[in-house]
C-alpha cells in the first residue's frame, strides 16, 4: 500500500534523522572538523531528501535549505517544505541534542502534513497521528528561547507573564520542546525562513497548540519570498496573555 502523505514525511524525516546521526559519529571518530561535520550533514541530508521525494512524489515541487529555489513553485499545488538539518551549529557539537529534521507539505494554500525529528533523542513528531499533549497545570510559564541571544520580545513576553527559561537551539527543538510540554511558550521575532517552520508548525497545529505571527494573524507558506519575519507557539491557554504582552512590547 503507498505511503500516504503523513507517513511519507514521518518516513523521510527518520530515516534522514538516522542518516545524520550515523554521519555525525563516523565523521567525529575520524577526527574531523566541526565546519566539515556540519557542511557535510547539511548536503548528504538535502540530496537524500531531494531524491527519495522525486523517487515517491515526482509531480511535486520541493523548497528546500540547501537546493536553489525554484519559483515555479509559487503556482504548484504541492509544494515539500523541508529543512535537510535544522540547528547545523549544534548539529557540529558533540552531546548536543538540540538539532532536527523538517519534512512538511503545503498542498493549496494550507500545510497539510509533517513531521519533526530529533535524531539524537530517537523522537519523531507528525501531524498524523499527532502528539498528545498533558493537561496545562504548571504555576509559572517555560518561556524556551534562544541558545545564543535572549530577543528584546521574549523578555518583555517572559516578564509579563513571570516566565522561568529555558535554552535550546534549533526552531525545530524548541518548538517540539512546548509539545513535549518541557516549555509552553516559543516566540521568535528575529526573522526566519519558511523551512525552519513549516513542519514544526504543522506538528504543533495538530498537537492543538496556538500557532501564529507574533501578532497573532497566519502564517503564509510558500510565498515567493521564503523570509518569515516571526513565529509564535504557545499552549492555547496562554495565547490570548502572551498576545496581549506582544502588543504591549
Known amino acids: 500500500m503507498a505511503e500516504n502523505d503523513h507517513q511519507l514525511a514521518t518516513r523521510l524525516a527518520e530515516q534522514a534523522g538516522v542518516l545524520l546521526n550515523n554521519l555525525r559519529e563516523e565523521m567525529w571518530q575520524r577526527g574531523a572538523h566541526p565546519w566539515q561535520v556540519m557542511d557535510t550533514g547539511d548536503i548528504t541530508a538535502h540530496r537524500f531528501l531531494m531524491e527519495e521525494l522525486g523517487k515517491v512524489r ?6 528546500s535549505e540547501e537546493g536553489s529555489d525554484d519559483r515555479t513553485r509559487v503556482g504548484a499545488d504541492r509544494v515539500w517544505i523541508v529543512d535537510p538539518l535544522d540547528g547545523t551549529n549544534e548539529y557540529g557539537e558533540q552531546g548536543r541534542p538540540d538539532w532536527a529534521v523538517h519534512v512538511a507539505l503545503w498542498e493549496r494554500g494550507e500545510l497539510v502534513a509533517g513531521a519533526v525529528s530529533l535524531p539524537a ?4 513528531f507528525s501531524t498524523d497521528p499527532p502528539p498528545a499533549m498533558d493537561p496545562y497545570e504548571r504555576e509559572r510559564p517555560v518561556l524556551v528561547t534562544s541558545r545564543n541571544r535572549t530577543p ?12 522561568n527559561a529555558i535554552r535550546l537551539g534549533s526552531a525545530g527543538a524548541k518548538t517540539m520542546a512546548v509539545v513535549l510540554g518541557h516549555a509552553d511558550i516559543y516566540a521568535h521575532d528575529g526573522g526566519m525562513y519558511q523551512w525552519d517552520s ?3 508548525a504543522a506538528v504543533a497545529k495538530a498537537a492543538g ?4 505571527r507574533i501578532d497573532g494573524s ?4 510558500n510565498a515567493a519570498d521564503p523570509w518569515l519575519p516571526d513565529f509564535l507557539v504557545c499552549r492555547r491557554e496562554l495565547a490570548d496573555d502572551v498576545l496581549a504582552a506582544v502588543r504591549a512590547a
Do not use: F, K, T
Not at 515526482?58 to 523548497?63: A, M, Q, R, T
Open 58 to 63: 515526482p509531480g511535486d515541487s520541493v523548497l
Open 121 to 124: 533523542l530517537s523522537a519523531v
Open 152 to 163: 528584546y520580545l521574549a523578555l518583555a513576553i517572559g516578564r509579563a507573564l513571570e516566565c
Open 198 to 200: 513549516a513542519a514544526p
Open 209 to 212: 497548540l496556538h500557532v501564529s
Open 218 to 221: 497566519p502564517l503564509e507558506y
